[in-house]
């Protein structure tokens, strides 16, 4: 079954300490890995699409990276306004390649 | 730009009770979907729609009906409202198969 897992759930960082979060796949033929932002209260919100092994993207301090197994969202030098749950996704050939999304990572960053 | 719109934003249910939540988008999308969002579980998909007078169901359609007569409109009708439908659900539109889903600010609704 295709699918995405996002690691850690949550995780806490200080202001300025960077980190990296991960969206690991199986998926056959995969046709673009999506990143999303949400903030409570909200629909998500599009940050990203990467469609092949080695295509970085970068967005102010965030940078998302793929490889043929994960992909990555590394964030530099994070500020409190970056505490969200970011989200990863892939198109599902099951249902019209909407977007299958993993259950997030909650990143929050105090000051 | 208006975007996605859903109405309402907050809704409380009886058991058994029915209702429909509304959604519009001006982007001109073919595409529309609906996702609920339920704590730990994630975004699941309810039902999509490729062009109007076309839908077909997704991971989790058991308990909801949609229509889609218009490109802009893709109403979500809740039958027979029940405790397990108490959810976030986002309505979300595309330009096509596979392409960024933009998404509207959710409606909160609970079912008791």
């Known amino acids: 079954e295709d699918q995405v897992t996002q690691s850690p759930e949550a995780l806490r960082l200080q202001e300025g300490e960077s980190s990296s979060l991960n969206c690991s796949y199986t998926?056959?033929?995969?046709?673009?890995l999506f990143w999303y932002r949400q903030d409570p209260g909200k629909g998500p919100e599009f940050l990203f699409t990467?469609?092949?092994a080695g295509e970085e993207k970068e967005k102010e301090r965030l940078k998302a990276t793929l490889t043929k197994k994960e992909s990555f969202l590394h964030i530099t030098a994070p500020k409190p306004e970056d505490s969200a749950t970011y989200l990863c996704?892939?198109?599902?050939?099951?249902?019209?390649?909407?977007?299958?999304f993993g259950k997030g990572t909650s990143l929050l960053v105090t000051p | 730009n208006a975007g996605v719109t859903q109405t309402p934003k907050f809704r409380i249910l009886k058991i058994g009770q029915s209702m429909t939540l509304q959604c519009t988008q001006d982007?001109?999308?073919?595409?529309m979907y609906w996702y609920r969002q339920d704590p730990g579980m994630g975004l699941k998909l309810i039902y999509y729609?490729?062009?109007?007078?076309?839908?077909d169901k997704g991971e989790v359609p058991n308990g909801y009906n949609v229509s889609r007569s218009t490109t802009e409109d893709f109403p979500l009708r809740l039958e027979l409202a029940a405790p397990s439908q108490t959810s976030v659900y986002f309505c979300?539109?595309?330009?096509?198969?596979?392409?960024?889903?933009?998404f509207g600010e959710g409606s909160w609704l609970t079912v008791v």
């Open positions: 998926v056959s033929g995969l046709r673009g």
């Open positions: 990467l469609y092949s």
């Open positions: 982007m001109n999308h073919n595409y």
């Open positions: 979300a539109s595309s330009t096509g198969a596979g392409n960024t889903i933009y």
């Open positions: 996704a892939f198109p599902n050939s099951n249902s019209g390649y909407a977007l299958n």
């Open positions: 729609s490729v062009g109007a007078g076309i839908t």
